[in-house]
C-alpha cells in the first residue's frame, strides 16, 4: 500500500473509533459496577497472566512491553498493577483524544507516543510484549493489517509475545468494523506461531444479563459459539521450535 492509501484508511479508522467511543453502547460497555462487563475483563485478565507465565514472562519487574491501539491506556495500567515498571512500558494510538487520556492517567515514565502503528518509533527486538487487542477489528484494508504485524513482529523480542485479542464475527451492532478469523489472522503474521482460543461470551448479552443474573455469564461461557473473540499468542517460529525442543529434552 502506498503512502497516501496508508494515510487514508488511518483517517478512516479515527473516524471508527471516534465514533465508537462517542457511542451509548460504549459507554455503557465501560461501565465497572456491570458484572457483565467485570466478567469479561477478568476473563482476559486470567487469559493474559496465564500466556504471560507460559511463554517465560511472569518476571513483571523486568518486563518490556508496547500496547499498539492503546486507548487510554488501560492495559498498560493493569501491567502496573502485576509489577511492571512504568519506565519500561509504552503505548501508541492514532486518536490525540485517547492518547492525551493516557497520558493523565498512566504512571510518571509510559511513553505514550500518537502516530501510525506502520511505523513505529522503536527499534527491533525492543519489547519482551506487544499488546493488539480490539485493533484489527476497527482496520477494513487486509494490507494496513499486515503492515501493523509486520512492524509488531520487528520491534518483539526474539523471545517476546505478541498478546492478540479480537472479534472473530462481526461486531454486533457496528457496520464499519469486522471480525478477524484464523486463517486471516495467520495470512497477517506469517510463517508465526500461532496459539489461539475463543474467549469472551457475546458482550452485549452479558451487559444486559449481568446485572440480574450474574452467574449467568460463566454459564453463557460454556456455549462455544456463543463466544465472540480470539484470544491469541503470536511468537516468532524460531523462538516456538526452540521452546519444543527444550520441552521434549526436559
Not at 502496573?80 to 519500561?88: E, F, L, R, S, T
Not at 485517547?98 to 505514550?112: F, M, N, Q, T
Not at 508465526?192 to 444486559?208: G, S, V, Y
Amino acid at each position: 500500500m502506498n503512502v497516501e492509501g496508508a494515510e487514508r484508511e488511518e483517517e478512516l479508522i479515527q473516524s471508527r473509533v471516534r465514533a465508537v467511543v462517542r457511542s451509548k453502547h460504549y459507554a455503557y460497555e465501560k461501565i465497572w459496577f456491570n458484572p457483565g462487563y467485570v466478567y469479561r475483563i477478568q476473563e482476559l485478565e486470567r487469559a493474559i497472566l496465564a500466556a504471560l507465565g507460559r511463554t517465560g514472562h511472569a518476571n513483571m519487574e523486568t518486563l518490556t512491553a508496547l500496547d499498539i491501539g492503546c486507548g487510554s491506556g488501560d492495559w498498560t495500567r493493569q501491567l502496573i498493577n502485576w509489577g511492571a515498571q512504568p519506565q519500561n512500558l509504552c503505548g501508541v494510538d492514532l486518536v490525540k483524544e485517547r492518547v492525551d487520556a493516557a497520558r493523565r492517567l498512566c504512571a510518571p515514565g509510559v511513553r505514550i507516543d500518537c502516530g501510525s502503528a506502520l511505523q513505529l518509533r522503536h527499534p527491533d527486538r525492543s519489547f519482551d510484549v506487544v499488546i493488539l487487542f480490539s485493533v484489527f477489528c476497527m482496520i477494513l484494508n487486509d494490507d494496513v493489517c499486515r503492515g501493523i504485524a509486520r512492524e509488531a513482529m520487528r520491534v518483539l523480542k526474539h523471545n517476546g509475545v505478541i498478546l492478540w485479542c479480537d472479534y472473530r464475527y462481526h461486531p454486533p451492532g457496528e457496520k464499519d468494523a469486522r471480525g478477524v478469523n484464523l486463517r486471516q489472522l495467520r495470512q497477517f503474521f506469517p510463517g508465526a506461531r500461532i496459539t489461539a482460543r475463543p474467549i469472551h461470551p457475546l458482550p452485549p448479552l452479558l451487559r444486559r444479563i449481568g446485572p440480574y443474573a450474574p452467574f449467568m455469564c460463566g454459564i453463557v461461557g460454556l456455549v462455544p459459539f456463543a463466544r465472540t473473540h480470539y484470544f491469541a499468542t503470536i511468537e516468532h517460529a524460531v523462538r516456538a521450535k526452540e521452546v519444543a525442543l527444550s520441552e521434549l529434552e526436559g
